[in-house]
């Protein structure tokens, strides 16, 4: 069934970079067997072209490995997506994937923020202009709705100190989106924030 091109949805989903992914029934990583790895990217790609989401937001994708990364600029490239890539700050292996679908957006603006603090964290902005005019209520006219989406892993809050690095973290994007909107002069917009955010 085809989904009114005007309703927009989001995935955002931590997919678990397989060089953190530890295997039950050994002591190695789910890197170091490429049937398991492989499978289940292609069984998370399965799920999200089955979503259609217009805007797919996936944290801890394993950017160190070719074979995977063009596995999802293939498949959801076929689909009809432009993909954004960016990795963690000092080859860390995995980062962020952000891929906006052509029938619901036109990407007018991307831009990458890196945190450069502890943890090596990296977030993604994107400035897009609906592909579909949207009706505006108040002046009974079509507009062509822009929003920003950004996406982002913060820190994982291993112990109590690390809940201020999140904070911080958080703050530095909110600052980052105000100062992209003055720099761009844009008025009020929906912002779309997705990313892994473990309280």
């Not at 170091?32 to 999200?48: G, H, M, P, T, Y």
């Not at 923020?113 to 202009?129: I, M, S, T």
Request: net charge positive.
């Amino acid at each position: 069934q085809a989904r009114d091109e005007r309703s927009v949805s989001c995935t955002t989903f931590n997919i678990l970079a397989p060089i953190y992914k530890r295997m039950d029934s050994e002591n190695g990583r789910e890197s170091q067997n490429r049937a398991n790895w492989f499978s289940r990217n292609e069984k998370i790609i399965d799920r999200l072209l089955g979503d259609r989401s217009s805007i797919i937001c996936l944290q801890e994708v394993w950017l160190g490995n070719d074979e995977l990364v063009n596995m999802y600029e293939k498949r959801l490239g076929d689909a009809n997506y432009r993909l954004f890539k960016l990795a963690r700050t000092n080859n860390r292996g995995d980062g962020l994937l952000t891929a906006v679908h052509r029938n619901y957006f036109c990407v007018l603006n991307h831009r990458e923020l890196l945190f450069n603090d502890f943890g090596d964290r990296v977030a993604q902005l994107l400035h897009v202009e609906s592909a579909i005019p949207f009706l505006q209520n108040r002046s009974s006219s079509y507009v062509q709705q822009q929003s920003l989406i950004v996406n982002t892993h913060l820190v994982f809050p291993h112990d109590h100190s690390l809940s201020i690095v999140r904070l911080k973290q958080v703050y530095k994007i909110l600052q980052y989106i105000e100062a992209y909107q003055e720099e761009h002069k844009l008025g009020p917009m929906p912002i779309i924030l997705c990313g892994t955010f473990i309280l």
